[in-house]
């Protein structure tokens, strides 16, 4: 990866995503797994939100174990040795710990050692805010070949006594390799990062939250209470992330100087069907420009991007030469949008 294959595509913003390694735990969980664990069914699963199944990690399972996986394809699918890696990016709402940062995890278990490493907290937004950064440090560091992984594991944060969310999230991991130009590795599919943006209203920051860190104190022996876990005021997040989504889009076209027309295929985050075919609709997109993946994955809050690319490559519905705009939204509230041209 050292020499870059192609110069004159090397700007001093530019940022080269390959590899696309994904992967989610073998643990299936089903909607009618769902109604032995809360009180809910298949059918208002499957009609209000589209899900189906989700992949929950199991026993000492963590997400760390799925993102060395997804990173170990990545390196597989573009021959790039492990050595070469500078930095470690992980975005991640549910990290393993509030610190060391699941990055450092990662490394540590990839055999990493002396890159710089840290996690992103932008929810289901990570993604997109991640590659904001990358290229900031791209910029900073052309020579850099940054590993962007986004690692969830929000079945540990599941209260099974909301029904309202327990039913909407599941596990899984992405990585990819960031780099300023194109690796010169052949054989692997790459895409060049357009316009892209990122943005919050936090004034809207208690829509959605994840417990766990300093807000509530914990005692020892004491039991956890509902802050613990997700929560979330679904209805009110239903509206923000359509109106979010629609509009930071059509920013990012503008951006591009694209029309809607010029987009090959849209990926959103992966939260609920009805949210995604609204906001293709407001769009003005064909439905077979829309892709959708939430049916066997569920919310994988930063993951569901990485999930959804993959999912699309392996169905023939991302080539050579598209252009693929991904948006997303999420706790803070944050969200964002950009362009791949592939
Ligand atoms: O990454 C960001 C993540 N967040 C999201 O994207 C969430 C966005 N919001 C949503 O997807 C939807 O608001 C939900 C799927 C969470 C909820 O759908 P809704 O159509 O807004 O339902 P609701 O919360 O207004 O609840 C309607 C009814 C209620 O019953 P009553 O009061 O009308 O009798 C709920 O108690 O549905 C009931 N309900 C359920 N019933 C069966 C809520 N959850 C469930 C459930 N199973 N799991």
Redesign the pocket.
Known sequence: MDAPADSSAFSSHSLYLSGFGTCVPEKVVTNFDMEQL????DE??VT??GIRNRHFLSGDEQPSDLAVKAAQQTLANTGVALERITHVVVATCTPEYLSPSTACVVAQKLGLRHCIAFDINA??TGFIYALNVCQGLLCADPQACILLVTAEGLSRRLNWQD???C??FGDGAGASLATARPLDTPGHLSARLGSIRCSSDTDCWDL?CVGGGTHDPYTLGEPVNEHFFVT?Q??E??KH?VRALVSISREVLEQEGLGIEDVDLFIP?Q??L??IEAVGSRLGLADDKVFANVGSYG?T?ASSIPLAMAEAFSQGRIKPGMKVLVAS???GFTWGAAVLQF
């Open positions: 809360t009180n809910t069914n208002w699963i209000r939100t929810a289901c029904r309202s969310t039913v909407l959605i979330m679904g209805r997040v239903f992330a985050h939260a609920n009805r949210i919310n809050s939204f999420g706790s």
